[in-house]
């Protein structure tokens, strides 16, 4: 059985997630920052996935990869923020191991999922800008769905190898973690195991869901690039580059603060720019979607516009 009791194979029943600070107004401060930060990141992205469904003209590939990409980003930071927000307020620092898993293998397999959708909608820009005419046969609704529902899958099978292997550790000792949310590498830090096989297969799997997604991003925007300079006129080639300019910006930010957080040597960095690091992506990265998405978008805007100009029937 997949499903293991890690009561019964670890001496740890519970890891203590230390969080930021022991300075109790310094909590608050954060408390109040992070739970503001949430509430725009899940109302942001709920307002994206809105407008896409009730808008017939936002019905395209583009938005239903955007609406994946929003939902992803809800999931992903309610993975993490709630529990960091009672380490930070309540102080409930302690966190089950099982559940601690758990929150590792979500994280981990939303993270691998928002880098092959990134990648998928690269190659969805990339068929757009270089075979407009070809657009509409090759991107189609059932290719759509097979795209997006083999990003989720894969990610999801993909981490499940590194989690049952993580899951077979035991973990005695220290049990604190110096962070606000359970990463691999602190946990594999508390086994008492031979944890080489386990990191070799995570630093594998982790290694095709994010450099593969991001050499296909890469010689897409190469091709993109390529065309969009074809384009004699400079309103058009300013047109072209709106269509793909918020895609590439969410990619620079994902992708530049995964780099900066798992490539910089941790020698050279302390935890707390390490913390730091990791907020960029699971909170700013999030929160700045809906953001990019609303103020970069005309077609965004005009769903908007047009949803708000409606008056409740009670008004007619």
Same mark, same amino acid.
């Given at each position: 059985?997949?499903?293991?009791?890690?009561?019964?194979?670890?001496?740890?029943? $519970? =890891?203590?997630?230390?969080?930021?600070?022991?300075?109790?107004?310094?909590?608050?401060?954060?408390?109040?920052?992070?739970?503001?930060?949430?509430?725009?990141?899940?109302?942001?992205?709920?307002?994206?996935?809105? /407008? @896409?469904?009730?808008?017939?003209?936002?019905?395209?590939?583009?938005?239903?990869?955007?609406?994946?990409?929003?939902?992803?980003?809800?999931?992903? #930071?309610?993975?993490?923020?709630?529990?960091?927000?009672?380490?930070?307020?309540?102080?409930?620092?302690?966190?089950?191991?099982?559940? *601690?898993?758990?929150?590792?293998?979500?994280?981990?397999?939303? !993270?691998?999922?928002? *880098? /092959?959708?990134?990648?998928?909608?690269?190659?969805?820009?990339?068929?757009?800008?270089?075979?407009?005419?070809?657009?509409?046969?090759?991107?189609?609704? &059932?290719? *759509?769905?097979?795209?997006?529902?083999?990003?989720?899958?894969?990610?999801?099978?993909?981490?499940?190898?590194?989690? @049952?292997?993580?899951? +077979?550790?035991?973990?005695?000792? &220290?049990? $604190?973690?110096?962070?606000?949310?359970?990463?691999?590498?602190?946990?594999?830090?508390?086994?008492?195991?031979?944890?080489?096989?386990? $990191?070799?297969?995570?630093?594998?799997?982790? %290694?095709?869901?994010?450099?593969? &997604?991001?050499?296909?991003?890469?010689?897409?925007?190469?091709?993109?690039? !390529?065309?969009?300079?074809?384009?004699?006129?400079?309103?058009?080639?300013?047109?072209? =580059?709106?269509?793909?300019?918020?895609? /590439? #910006?969410?990619?620079?930010? =994902?992708?530049? #603060?995964?780099?900066?957080?798992?490539?910089?040597?941790?020698?050279?960095?302390?935890?707390?720019?390490?913390?730091?690091?990791?907020?960029?992506?699971?909170?700013?990265? &999030?929160?700045?979607?809906?953001?990019?998405? %609303?103020? +970069?978008?005309?077609?965004?805007? $005009?769903?908007?516009?047009? *949803?708000?100009?409606?008056?409740?029937?009670?008004?007619?």
């Amino acid at each position: 059985m997949l499903i293991l009791s890690w009561e019964n194979q670890s001496t740890t029943v $519970e =890891f203590v997630l230390r969080g930021f600070s022991s300075i109790r107004q310094l909590n608050i401060f954060l408390f109040m920052m992070f739970l503001a930060f949430y509430i725009l990141i899940v109302s942001g992205n709920i307002l994206i996935i809105l /407008l @896409v469904l009730f808008n017939h003209h936002l019905h395209t590939p583009m938005y239903f990869f955007l609406v994946n990409l929003s939902f992803l980003e809800i999931w992903y #930071t309610s993975n993490i923020v709630p529990k960091m927000l009672l380490i930070i307020i309540a102080e409930q620092k302690t966190i089950s191991v099982a559940g *601690c898993l758990a929150q590792f293998y979500f994280f981990g397999s939303l !993270a691998a999922t928002e *880098c /092959l959708l990134l990648a998928v909608m690269s190659y969805d820009r990339y068929l757009a800008i270089c075979q407009p005419l070809h657009y509409p046969f090759l991107m189609t609704g &059932p290719l *759509c769905i097979k795209l997006g529902a083999s990003s989720w899958l894969c990610c999801f099978l993909l981490t499940a190898i590194t989690m @049952v292997l993580l899951s +077979r550790q035991t973990f005695c000792g &220290p049990n $604190e973690i110096d962070h606000f949310f359970c990463d691999f590498t602190p946990l594999v830090h508390l086994s008492c195991m031979d944890t080489s096989l386990t $990191e070799t297969i995570a630093y594998a799997t982790s %290694s095709a869901v994010t450099l593969v &997604p991001f050499l296909l991003i890469a010689a897409s925007y190469t091709c993109i690039l !390529a065309a969009i300079l074809r384009i004699p006129s400079g309103t058009g080639r300013q047109k072209a =580059f709106s269509t793909c300019s918020s895609h /590439l #910006t969410m990619v620079t930010m =994902f992708y530049g #603060t995964l780099i900066s957080t798992y490539l910089v040597p941790s020698a050279n960095s302390s935890q707390l720019l390490r913390k730091g690091s990791s907020l960029l992506y699971t909170i700013l990265t &999030p929160m700045f979607n809906p953001i990019i998405y %609303s103020l +970069r978008n005309r077609d965004i805007h $005009e769903a908007l516009k047009k *949803c708000l100009s409606k008056k409740p029937d009670f008004l007619r």
